[in-house]
């Protein structure tokens, strides 16, 4: 298990660079929603989730906890839902905040779910709140997150709602497109003699990465970057 600490220990610098930088909002995918259509903001979308490390991150980490198809479905759709409300809701109305904040507390939603699946509460003898309430409101987080960042683009009022709707199933598909290979690989995983090591030297990349997060995020946030 040291072993397993020590190379994510060292991974992980190298990671935190394009982690950081994942969600810019580049010139290109500008010129793309201003040239693209309502198709553009669909690809944006999905290509925002498919390199928002951090939102993968604490899916991957629910996802590892669940042994059920079921229960996948089950805790993804809430977490879906969440996220749905405050992409579309946020937006419409035009609600903000500073991005760094918001993307602080995605990372400790990160280094929240690693905690849990190696029961950190329970060693603390501390009663862990609801999976499925917490999976929720971080699905709201997550997705006001989303929101700050498609606000951070100039879409204009034209079709307003259709824009917001169609970055909205972008992120959907993104999602879908992250998680098949997520579930696949965990799935082959389980039934490797290996998988306990593994399990939790996953869940500690996870805490490890959470902190790295949000300490990054503070620092850009204190330094106006």
Not at 35 to 53: K, N, S
Not at 58 to 74: C, E, H, Q, R, W
Not at 156 to 181: H, R, W
Request: net charge positive.
């Amino acid at each position: 298990m040291r072993l397993h600490v020590r190379r994510v220990l060292f991974i992980l610098p190298l990671l935190i660079p394009i982690i950081g930088f994942a969600h810019g909002v580049s010139s290109a995918d500008q010129e793309l929603l201003h040239t693209g259509g309502l198709l553009a903001y669909i690809r944006v979308g999905a290509t925002h989730m498919l390199t928002g490390y951090d939102h993968l991150l604490f899916l991957a980490g629910v996802v590892f906890y669940l042994n059920s198809f079921k229960d996948i479905l089950k805790f993804i759709t809430v977490f879906t839902i969440g996220h749905c409300i405050t992409l579309i809701g946020a937006t419409y109305a035009g609600i903000t905040a500073n991005e760094h904040l918001v993307d602080a507390v995605i990372a400790l939603s990160v280094l929240y779910k690693g905690f849990e699946n190696l029961k950190g509460f329970e060693k603390l003898n501390i009663k862990a709140p609801n999976l499925l309430f917490m999976v929720g409101i971080f699905g709201l987080i997550h997705g006001f997150g989303l929101s700050t960042r498609l606000q951070s683009f100039d879409i204009g009022q034209e079709q307003f709602l259709a824009k917001i709707l169609c970055f909205n199933l972008g992120v959907e598909v993104g999602q879908v497109l992250a998680l098949i290979p997520i579930v696949f690989l965990l799935t082959l995983s389980r039934k490797h003699k290996q998988f306990p090591a593994f399990y939790k030297a996953v869940n500690w990349y996870l805490i490890l990465a959470g902190v790295a997060l949000f300490a990054y995020q503070m620092y850009g946030f204190f330094n106006g970057h």
